[in-house]
C-alpha cells in the first residue's frame, strides 16, 4: 500500500491492522559518468515498492534528498545541511507518530545519510528522555544492500569493483527498473579510486568522474532484477520482524 | 529533461544552454474522502513531466512534503514545520545556485505551502542583502492553477464547488494521470463548508472529512487531462519568459 | 485602551471582559523621496490608536521592524531575517497566550511581512498540532488597506498611480497625523515603474528612489485623514466579529 | 534626528557628517501596581528623544520588547527568549552595518537585558572573529540610569525604597512624560521584598504586587523632568565621546 | 564528591541526602605570555575540588570551553558562541534537573562567561513561564572571585596591577595546582592597558601580548594556595546555603 | 604537549613545526555497576596524555560531554542533544581552523558519539561546499578502540563478555589510571542483555543496571595498562600518518 495513492481513511484502516511504515528515504547526487542522479532515492523506492506487491505493508513518499554535501562539485547534487535533514526527519517521524505509527523504518540508499539519519533518531527520542516519557515509538534505519542476503549476492555479482558509491549494484536496479534511461561510457581507470570523503572541491579533485572505488561497467538489468526480488523479501521478512518486536515497559 | 534521470554530465552540458530549472513543490496530506494523500506533491509533478516532453525544459525531483501542520488531524498527513521548511528549501536552492542555476521556478501544488515558500525566498535573499552583494539568482513561485489559463480553465469545468481544498480541479489530474487510483464516495454535504485555518484539531472539527468549499464529485479524467496539457503548455511559456527575463545592473 | 500605558492589574481587568487584542505590525524602510523611514508602522499604530479612542479594545506595543531585506539598498532600513520575525512573533504571541488573549489580529502596515507573518501563524499553530491538542487561540493577520472599505477610499482618491511602495495611501496618512513631517519633492518619474521584488541591491537597480508604482505627490493630509476614520471604524467592527467568533469543539 | 520620521536620503544625508546612531531600547512588563508596563522602554525612548532636541545625533526607533520571561505571570508582559532577543539584535545591528553606521549605541531601559544584550553583542562579533576580520563597527550597551551623574541623582532623590524593579525614578520619568497616565495606587508593605529571580511563577510568588525593593510611591512629575534632563546631555556627551573614539589597526 | 569518578548508583544514593551540584566552568583561552590556557576552567575546577575534599559537596565535570571569541586572534583559544554556549548549559541543566537536582551551581572562572551563562538561564527558565509551570530547579551562577572574602584577600594581594584579564591571582591559582607549568617573561609593559572588548581582531590590536591592565608577575604559589583555600571553604557555605534556600508556593 | 597547560605564544610555536592535534572526545554517562561515569571521557583523555609524553604532538582540551540521551535514565549522566552537540564540535573545529590548524583528530571514547561527529564533519564541511571553496583542514573521527591493534587485544583479553557498554576494556584502562577509583560489584547476570537503543526509560527497562552485553568483573588494571601503552603507541602513529597525508588539488 502507497501512502501517497490512498486516503486519509484507508491509512486510518490500515492503522487499524497495523502501526508499521517503511519510509524509503535517499539522496539526489552525482552518481559517476553512467548513474543516475536519483539513484540513491530511486533503489530504495524500487525495492519497497516491489515489496508492497506482495505483502500488506505501507509505504510512505521517498525522502528523495539527503546529506549529500560532497558531491556539490558535480551539477545536479542537491544536499541538505545535516541540520536542515535532522529537522526534517523529526518533522517526517512526528507527523506519523501523531497517526500513531510505531515502528518506522527508513530503508536508505545512501552511505553518506547514515550519520546523519541516526542523530536525527537520537534527536527525536532526546525529547522523551529530557521529558522522563517514553517517545512511544521505534525508529529502525536499514540500509538496503544490508537487507538479509544482499551483500552476499552483490559481492557475488561484482567479486571486484564494487566499491562505494556509483557500485555497480546500485546502478543495476535502476536499470532493471527504468530500463530506458540506461547510459554508457568507458570508465578510466575501470576501478575507480578510494580515500577519505571530506568538502566538495577536495572531493571531485580526488575522484574527478565521481566514482568511488567503482566498476559501474559490470551493472546489467538481470543482476539489477535479483537484487530488487532478493531485497524486497527481505524487506517484507524485516518489517514483519519489526512489527512484531515487543517494547519492555 | 529530468534532472534524476540524468548523469551529473547530462546536467552539465545542459547548464552550458540554460541556467534555468523547474521544481515541483506540493505537499503530502489529505484530500477528503477520495483525494489521494499525495495529490498536491503529483499535480505538479504530473504537470512539470508533461511539459519536459515537449520542450528543452529541465525538472528538478519533486518537493513532496510541506506546510501541512493544519491537516496533522487526519492519518497520513505528514508535515514539515514553516521553519524546517525555509531551511530545507534554502538548502535546494543554494545546491542549484552552486552548480550555476540562476532562474529557479517553483511549480508549487498547494495553497498553505505559499506563505513559507515567499519567506524562504526572504530568508535566501537576505544573506545577500545583508552582506550587500547580489544573490546571482533569481526564485519565482508559480502555483500551477496561477498558469496562464488554468484558473479560467477550472471556474469553466466547476462553476461551482471548486472550493479551496481537495478541489475537483486538483483530484482530476490525479484521475487523468493515475486512473488506477480512482476513489468515490458520496459526499455530505455535497459541497463541504469554508472558513479559516487554525490548528488541526480546530481544522478537523471544521471540516470533519477533509474537504474544504469542495465538490471532488465534479472531477473527472477528461477535464483533468485538459487541465493538465493547458498547464503544461503555460509552464512552458512561463519558462520561456522567465529565462529571458534580464536582471538589471 | 493602550497596553503600554496601562498597568497589569488594568489588564488583568480587561482579560475579565474581553480576550482579544491588536497588535499593530509593520517594518522600518525607505519610503522613496518622502516617505519616512517609520511609514509602515505607523500607519497601523496611527489606525489602531484611533480605534481605541471610540472603542473598548486593548492595543498591543507596535511591532515595529518587519522583514524589510529588499530595502536595505537604502540608508535607515532595519530588517529582521524571516527566521527571526517567525521566531519573535512566536514569543509575542506565546506571551500574550499566557495571559489568556484568545484573539490576537495583527494589524499589518507593510505587504512584505504578509507571507512571514503567515508563515510564524503556522509555526505557532504546529505545536499545538503535533502535540495532538487545541493551541487555545485564534490568530489573524489584517493588512489596514484590506479593511472593509478602505481599499474602495483609496482607489477612490488615487485612481492612477497608487502602486504598491511609498503609495500616497499611507503617506497621506502620516501626514495626516505627523504633519510637522510632510516632506516634498519632485518625482521623475511621476509613476515610479513597477517588477519583481528579490535581493536588495537588484531592488535599488529597479527602483533607484526606492518607490514600485507610486505617486506619492498625490497624498495629502485630507486624503490620510479620511483613510484613518474609516479604516478605525471598520477595525472596530473587525474586532467586533473576530471577538465573537465561536471555534467549534 | 528621529530615524522613523526622516527619509532614506535624510540618513543618507546625515551618514555624511556621523556613523553614529543610539537605539532605545526596553522591555515591555509589569511594574506594580502603578507602573505602565511600557516604563522600560518609554524611559530611554523619552531621555533619546529629549536628548535628540538639542544635538545632531540620530535615534533609532525603539526596540520595545526584550528579555522579562520573569514577569510572564503578570497580565501584560510580553517577553522574548534570550535567543530570539539575540538574533533580532543581530538583525537590527546587521541592518544597521550595511548603511555604514560604525557606533551603535544601545540606550537600555531594562536590568533584565544586560545579559542578553551583552550575549548578543559577542554572537555579532564572533562572526568576525571566526572569520578572521574586522567587524567594522562598536557596539555598546548603556542603561539609562548609568549616565553620568543620572545614578547619584536617584541615590539623592530616593535614598531609601528605590530598589531594583517599577523604581520610583522610572516611574518619575514616565509621570513627567505622560502625565495623563498617573495612576496611584497603595503599597503594602511600603517598600517591597528583595531576592532572586527565576521563573514567572516563582516570581510572582516572592513579589506579589511586582514590585522588588521600590517604593514607587516616591515617585514626581518634577523628579522625573529631572532625571531626564540630566539624562538627556549625559547621552548627548556619550555620544560624542563615542563617536570621537578611535579603533587601532 | 567527584561525579565523573562515581557510579550512577553513588550519585542515586548522593541524591537521597542533598538535591545540590557544582559546575565548575571557564573558558580556554590565552592568558598573556605567562599564563595558561586552561586558566579559566582550572582555578574553578581547583577550588571545587579542594572544597570537595572538606565537604559532602558534589562535584561536576568541568565545563571547559566558553565565550571567548575575543581571544580568537591568539593561537590556542577555543570559544563557543554565545548562542552553542547557551544551548549547551541549557542541556547540561536539563539532563542534571531529570535526575533530580534542584539546586545547581556555576562555579565560573571567565568574566566573559558571565552575560552568556545568565542569558542562559532566562532561557532554560522561559520554557517553565511560557508554559505557566515551576522550572522545578534555581540556577546559581558565582564567580569563584566573588566568594566571600576572595576579591579582598586578591586585592590586598595585589593592590595594584590586579587587572581584569590574565590577572596575577588567576595565575597564582594555577601556580599553586600545577607548579610544573609555572612559565616566566618579561613584561612590557609592566602593567598591560585598559579598554573595551569587542571583535578578535581588534582585541589583538589594543592588547598585543594578551593581557589588560595585569601584571601577572605579582603571582606565586604561595598567594595562589591562599586564594585556593580561601575560595573553597567560602564555596562550601555558599554551597550550604543555597542548599537550604527554600521556595516559594 | 598539552594545549590547556600551554600558552598561547607556545603554541604559536608549536604551529610553527606542525599543524595537528588531537582532541579527545567522550561522553559522561553511567557505566553499569561499577563504571565510573567519566569513563568515555576518561579513557581517551588517558590514552592521549600518555601518548603525549612519548611524541610531539598537541592535545586539546577533552570534549567532556556528548551525546548520551539513552542514559538520562540513570542518574549522573549528562547529554548533549545532538543538534547542540554537532554546534559545539562546529565551533571548537572553527576555532582551531582559526590558528591554521589542518589535521583534527578526535579521539573518542564513546560509540554513542559517532554518528554525531561525523554529522558535525559534514555540517562544518558544508560550509565550504555551499560556498565553492576549499574548507582548508580534514577532520578524522578516531574510536580508541580502532587504533591499530587494540580490538585484537581486547577482544584476546576478553574473549567473551566484552559487550557493548560499561566494557571491561574501558573499565581497566580507568582502573589503571585511577586505581583509586575501583569499584566491586556483583553482576547479575554476569554478561548482561544485548538489543536496541532508544529512548531512556526504554534503555532503563531493557538494560537495568546499564550495562549491554558485557562482563564488567574481567576488567583489572594490568589488562588496563596494555591497553593504554598500545593505544598511545598506535594513536602516535595515526597521528603522524594524518600529518603527512596530502590534501589533493
Redesign the interface.
Given at each position: 500500500m502507497l501512502?501517497?495513492?490512498?486516503?486519509?481513511?484507508?491509512?486510518?484502516q490500515y492503522?487499524e491492522r497495523s502501526r508499521s511504515i517503511v519510509v524509503p528515504i535517499g539522496s539526489?547526487e552525482?552518481?559517476?559518468?553512467?548513474?543516475?542522479?536519483?539513484t540513491d532515492?530511486?533503489c530504495p523506492e524500487i525495492i519497497a515498492h516491489e515489496a508492497e506487491k506482495s505483502a500488506d505493508i505501507l509505504i510512505?513518499?521517498?525522502?528523495?534528498?539527503g546529506?549529500a554535501?560532497?558531491h556539490?562539485?558535480?551539477?545536479?547534487?542537491?544536499?541538505?545541511?545535516?541540520?536542515?535533514f535532522?529537522?526534517?526527519i523529526?518533522?517526517?517521524t512526528?507527523?506519523?507518530a501523531?497517526?500513531?505509527f510505531e515502528k518506522i523504518l527508513f530503508l536508505n540508499g545512501h552511505g553518506?545519510n547514515?550519520?546523519?539519519?541516526?542523530?536525527?533518531f537520537?534527536?527525536i527520542?532526546?525529547e522523551?528522555?529530557?521529558a522522563?516519557?517514553?517517545?512511544g515509538f521505534?525508529?529502525?534505519l536499514c540500509n538496503w544492500w544490508d537487507l538479509e542476503g544482499v551483500g552476499e549476492l552483490a559481492r557475488e555479482q561484482f567479486p571486484t569493483g564494487h566499491g562505494a558509491h556509483a557500485t555497480p549494484s546500485e546502478i543495476a536496479i535502476t536499470q532493471w527498473a527504468?530500463p530506458e534511461?540506461i547510459?554508457t561510457a568507458s570508465y578510466a581507470p575501470q576501478i575507480a579510486p578510494s580515500g577519505?570523503i571530506?568538502?566538495?572541491?577536495?572531493f571531485r579533485?580526488?575522484y574527478p568522474d565521481?566514482r568511488m572505488g567503482s566498476d559501474p561497467g559490470q551493472a546489467s538489468q538481470e543482476k539489477g532484477g535479483a537484487l530488487v526480488k532478493l531485497a524486497a523479501q527481505s524487506l517484507i521478512r524485516e518489517m514483519d520482524a519489526f512489527s512484531r518486536e515487543s517494547?519492555?515497559?
Open positions: 501512502l501517497h495513492l490512498s486516503t486519509w481513511a484507508e491509512v486510518g492503522l539526489n552525482q552518481h559517476g559518468p553512467t548513474g543516475l542522479l536519483g532515492w530511486l510512505a513518499p521517498t525522502f528523495n534528498i546529506m554535501q560532497h556539490l562539485g558535480f551539477p545536479g547534487t542537491i544536499s541538505l545541511r545535516p541540520s536542515t535532522i529537522a526534517a523529526g518533522d517526517w512526528r507527523s506519523l501523531v497517526h500513531g553518506g547514515v550519520a546523519s539519519i541516526e542523530a536525527a537520537s534527536e527520542y532526546a522523551a528522555s529530557f522522563k516519557r517514553r517517545s521505534a525508529l529502525k527504468l534511461t547510459k577519505p571530506r568538502d566538495a572541491l577536495e579533485a580526488r565521481g517494547v519492555p515497559d
